[in-house]
């Protein structure tokens, strides 16, 4: 593929804090400007383990999106939108729903541990089971081929894949495949004709994976082709039928380093985080009353700062030097706690210091930030139209 299309999503279930700034909002903001990126707020996700509490993600969706942009995420290089705003995706959720197995749903190891972690709710739904499906849809209808996903993830998108696979292999075998693709391959010209020709040939006999990436870009290249018949070429390369939705790859953001004020993976659920919008006073208080390490009990006992959670935030949050200020001075009982706290408080207020301003202003004009989302949807909308037109047509639903 010439061009790669980034797709990722957030649940609306509550305050963004440092973990998902530093854990997933980074790379979003990196990626933004590498790619196209497509952002958006999966609230259909979040009913279907919330929706009993409608109320949560009612509140959320928003300030979710204030976050997002008030952390760096800019409506001028990525599509932000809601997932409800864009009804193709339940469209696209129905009609796959129709070529799933169930045993593939029951196998998704986050049905289980889901079920297990969260035993409080009653998860044993209809829509909770077919969330990874609802989320193929997702991925699926804008062709995106790039998910940036934390590791719990990864089954997800390796199900998507093989619905996709499942989903071509039943749909993408139209009447006379192989001559409107011997017809395309003339509308390619002569001399690139021959060489897509020569590019596939490499491909299928030796598995010339360098092959099959050129003659997929001298596809996507190709200027005035018909997306039906790139969409035959692309099909014709692998020697199978036509490619209608394209398999995804996932790339794994770098685990999130981000301890919670315990120690712990920061995480609401442990109640243990500092959130983007925590004020000044709180954050003080909270770093402040951080445990340590349990063997200092007095100023002058030394300490080990591999006890002790607040030295996990000096390696996120502290350059060299003040690091080895802390090795130091905590084996020697050469500083006390709140001494070594010092810094950290600082560089946490510096990092939600802009943060914090940029969410401000979004906060005072909600109309902005209703617009960025509206033209978002529109965009994706447009997107996902285009989709459900082959799916539909594929599926026999284009009759009149
Ligand atoms: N399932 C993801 C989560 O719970 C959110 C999500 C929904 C998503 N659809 C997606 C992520 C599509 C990436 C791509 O965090
Ligand atoms: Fe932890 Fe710092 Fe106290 Fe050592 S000096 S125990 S690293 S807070």
Known sequence: MAIDRVLSG????????????????KNWIRLQHEQECLFFVADWHALTTHYDTPEIIEESVWEMVIDWLAAGVDPASATIFIQSRVPEHAELHTLLSMITPLSWLERVPT?????????????STYGFLGYPLLQSADILIYKANQVPVGEDQIPHIEFTREIARRFNHIY???????EKAEAAIKKLGSKRGAL????????????????????????????????GDKE???????????????????????????PGLDGQKMSKSYNNTISLRENVDS???????????????????PGDPEKCPVWQLHEVYSDKATQEWVQVGCRTAGIGCIECKTPVIESVLAELKPIQERAAQYAEDP???????AEGCEKARKLARETM?????AMGLNYS
């Open 283 to 301: 954050v003080a208080k909270k770093i402040k009353t951080m445990p340590t390490d349990p063997a200092r009990v007095r100023r002058t006992d």
């Open 111 to 123: 049905y289980k541990d889901q079920q297990e972690k969260l035993a409080s709710k009653d998860l």
């Open 389 to 393: 037109r082959d799916v539909r047509d």
């Open 172 to 178: 993408g075998k139209e009447k006379g495949f192989e």
């Open 196 to 227: 897509y020709e020569e590019l596939r040939m490499a491909y299928q006999t030796s598995g010339d994976e360098e092959a099959l990436e050129s003659a997929r870009a001298l596809i996507e290249e190709q200027q005035g082709m018909s997306m």
């Open 10 to 25: 957030m649940r609306p279930t509550g305050n963004l804090h440092l973990g998902h700034y530093n854990g997933v909002l």
């Open 232 to 258: 035959r070429l692309l099909g014709y390369l692998e020697g199978g039928g036509k490619i209608i939705l394209v398999e995804p790859e996932y790339s794994l953001m770098p685990a999130s380093k981000m």
């Open 367 to 373: 109309t902005l930030v209703k617009n960025i989302v």
